[in-house]
């Protein structure tokens, strides 16, 4: 399994726009004649979906297209840091490269944003 680019800054997210993430709802209520319904988890591990904002130059966007496309072709799994604790994580871009959206902030400066499934 590949790992994130050294060449890519290893804490992604801008200060003021952290990670967005919620847990993925992994359970299923079931109503009974009496008393509370059942609830009970639907697989053993489910993927997680967050979203990071950064800010990359021109060069660091090549690399992580490079990355994405020809390196992951898009689909494999990727080793990172976790995006909270700082343990390791299993990641993978959610619909390959068109999970990556661009906007040209001013000079060499691009806003990246990637949506990500971390794997169980």
Not at 80 to 104: D, I, L, M, Q
Request: net charge negative.
């Amino acid at each position: 399994m590949d790992s994130w680019p050294a060449d890519l800054p290893q804490d992604w997210y801008l200060a003021d726009n952290g990670p967005d993430y919620k847990p993925v709802d992994n359970t299923i209520r079931s109503s009974v004649t009496a008393g509370p319904a059942k609830l009970r988890r639907r697989f053993t591990a489910a993927p997680e979906n967050l979203v990071l904002i950064g800010q990359l130059s021109e060069d660091e966007c090549n690399v992580l297209e490079d990355f994405v496309k020809f390196t992951l072709e898009e689909t494999l799994p990727f080793g990172w840091k976790h995006f909270r604790r700082n343990c390791p994580a299993k990641y993978r871009f959610v619909a390959g490269w068109s999970s990556v959206e661009t906007k040209h902030f001013g000079g060499d400066i691009w806003t990246v944003t990637m949506q990500l499934e971390m794997l169980p």
